[in-house]
């Protein structure tokens, strides 16, 4: 019986550490997407940041494709991502 209640202390004790832990981890990352999304002016929603995404990735085959030597589709891929970065901006 004696041993239960030590369990139960080191359990809830865990329990709190990692809640406590995890729930600063969260405010953190919440705290950095919004910083970001107010640094560049967009809203800090989810659809917002997966245009983000996309919009980095096609400028970052327009480079590619300058890597490449192929210029129209570096000026097609370039033309796409700052389409896309350009709906983000209020």
Known sequence: M????RY????SAL???LSGT????????DAFFHGLADAIGMSPSIFSFILLA?????LLN???????RSILAAV???LLGLMVMGWLIR
Do not use: E, H, Y
Request: proline share 0%; aromatic share 18%; glycine share 12%.
């Open 2 to 5: 004696k041993d239960s209640g």
């Open 8 to 11: 139960w202390a080191a359990s």
């Open 15 to 17: 329990w709190w550490t």
């Open 22 to 29: 995890l729930g600063a981890i969260g405010d953190a990352l």
């Open 54 to 58: 996309f919009g980095l990735l096609f």
């Open 62 to 68: 327009a480079v590619r494709a300058l890597l490449r």
């Open 76 to 78: 097609v891929w370039l």
